[in-house]
């Protein structure tokens, strides 16, 4: 039935939030800055936003998860609420990651509305090193503590190599394979 769900629909929609580093920040006084500088702006700005997450990763982070997403562009994740959980469900979209609840998804498709919007800046590797991430709260679906546990979460089953292999390539490669009682333990649900 997963399987069903995940290859029948795509997201489309137009972005309601930043595409682009410099729709953010004022690019030229950004680049003159140390990396060191950029990082401690980029969380200090986005730090009590409460529609906003942010993250930096290091090039070679980026590389990984850009390579990991290409290939394995769908992400299914349970977030505790109120003494039970509900699922998200993410697909990959060249620098974007889009978030919508799985029921939703189920229902509507490519109607989706996105409830979280996870973007990566890449203007910045060459000359910083870094990749700036920034996560877009939309319509307060989620609350700023479970955009910033979604996002780490990402980050890290999508970085993880043993992480990534078992659940992240599995449920986008080999979806029989996939077990999701196991992935859901896995957050203690």
Not at 55 to 74: A, G, H, M, Q, W
Not at 158 to 187: A, G, R, S, V
């Amino acid at each position: 039935m997963l399987n069903i769900i995940l290859n029948k629909y795509k997201f489309a929609f137009t972005y309601p939030c930043p595409r682009k580093l410099r729709e953010i920040v004022k690019m030229s006084l950004f680049e003159r800055e140390s990396k060191d500088q950029v990082v401690s702006l980029w969380m200090e700005y986005h730090k009590d936003k409460q529609n906003n997450v942010s993250y930096v990763v290091s090039k070679d982070e980026y590389e990984i998860l850009k390579r990991n997403t290409k290939e394995s562009p769908l992400f299914l994740l349970p977030i505790k609420r109120n003494g039970g959980h509900f699922q998200l469900i993410g697909q990959a979209q060249t620098n974007s990651i889009l978030f919508t609840f799985l029921e939703e998804y189920k229902k509507s498709g490519s109607f989706s509305s996105p409830y979280f919007i996870l973007t990566i800046f890449d203007e910045l590797l060459a000359q910083k090193q870094v990749s700036l991430i920034r996560g877009d709260i939309m319509d307060y679906k989620i609350d700023k503590d479970e955009a910033t546990f979604l996002t780490n979460q990402f980050l890290k089953f999508y970085m993880t190599p043993d992480l990534y292999e078992k659940y992240i390539y599995t449920l986008n490669h080999k979806q029989n394979e996939f077990n999701y009682d196991d992935f859901k333990n896995h957050f203690q649900i």
